[in-house]
């Protein structure tokens, strides 16, 4: 999307761009706000990288890696470098250098490797294709705990804290938290949650 586009230019590096066209209108298969699943999108993703490369990265943080997310899985990993290792010709390793991280982790850690604030702000992770943050959708969710944890702050069209995705997610928490299962929300996440939610309502809602 433009958008995208817009936030590459913005990089202090080269980047080469690829244009596949894949998600289209008429397939049913753009994603929205409300419906970010992109099926098949890392396997896609490798295999493209493949071409170029041996070690591909595909980005998975610490509570994605799990059975339910299908090319984010531990499985996925192992299998994908398989196939690819099989299908080039050549040892492919698909993994995720996040694998232990939180978002709110992987920011500080651009911020301490040189990535400045302004670099960051300049990215782009919301599904509305015509505003930079819309505020409704889960990844801008994500995003906004990460960077109010990290004291970068930003405009979103509306309130993340406050859109349909933030009940959901704090009520999954409460259950993971009073069973002790921690196989979809790790400790340090929901700890995460806490911290933020605390600091902007002064009594955490968990």
Known sequence: ???ELAAIKKFPFKVWRFDFNLLRREFGNLPTPHNE??????????????????????S???YEVIDQNADKSKRFFREASKTLSRTFDKQVIVETPFLHMTKA??????????????????TTTCYDGK???CGRCFTCLKRKIAFDLNGISEKY???????????????????????????????????EV?????????KSRL
């Open 1 to 3: 999307g433009k958008k």
């Open 37 to 58: 699943n992109i099926p098949g999108r890392n396997m896609l993703l490798a295999t493209v990288a493949a071409s170029f490369a041996g070690r591909i990265w595909v």
């Open 60 to 62: 998975a943080l610490e």
């Open 105 to 122: 982790e992987i920011v500080k850690w651009a911020l301490l490797h040189g990535v400045t604030k302004k670099e960051l702000l300049a």
């Open 131 to 133: 505003v930079k943050n």
């Open 157 to 191: 069209a509306s309130d993340p804290y406050k859109n349909r995705y933030a009940p959901g997610m704090v009520q999954s928490m409460k259950k993971a938290l009073l069973h002790r299962d921690f196989r979809v929300h790790t400790r340090k996440h929901i700890w």
């Open 194 to 202: 806490i911290k933020v939610l605390d600091l902007f309502y002064g």
